[in-house]
C-alpha cells in the first residue's frame, strides 16, 4: 500500500480499470468529458485529475477514491 498521496498508485490503476472494463483511452475520455491527450497524461501519471474528476472516475469504476489513490486496496468503501 502506498503512502504517498497516490503519486505512484493513480496512474497504473487508471490504466488497470480502464483495461479490465476493456475500454479504450479514447471512449473513457468521452465519458469524462475531459480530452483523449489529458486522460493519457493521468495515466502516464504526468498530471493528476482534480478532485472533481477523481470522483467521476470512481463513480464510473464503483470504486472508492481511496483504491484509486493507493490508501486501500479494497476497491469498495466499507460501509459504516
Do not use: H
Not at 473513457?28 to 483523449?36: E, M, P, Q, V
Not at 493519457?40 to 485529475?49: A, D, L, N, Q, S
Request: hydrophobic share 35%.
Amino acid at each position: 500500500m502506498s503512502n504517498n498521496g497516490g503519486i505512484d498508485t493513480l496512474a497504473p490503476r487508471l490504466r488497470w480499470l480502464r483495461e479490465d472494463t476493456g475500454m479504450l483511452r479514447v471512449d473513457l475520455a468521452r465519458k469524462l468529458d475531459i480530452t483523449y491527450q489529458l486522460y493519457c497524461e493521468w495515466e502516464r501519471g504526468r498530471r493528476r485529475p482534480s478532485y472533481e474528476k477523481l470522483v467521476k472516475v470512481a463513480d464510473f469504476y464503483g470504486v472508492s477514491l481511496d483504491y484509486l489513490l493507493g490508501r486501500t486496496d479494497r476497491r469498495i468503501a466499507l460501509t459504516k
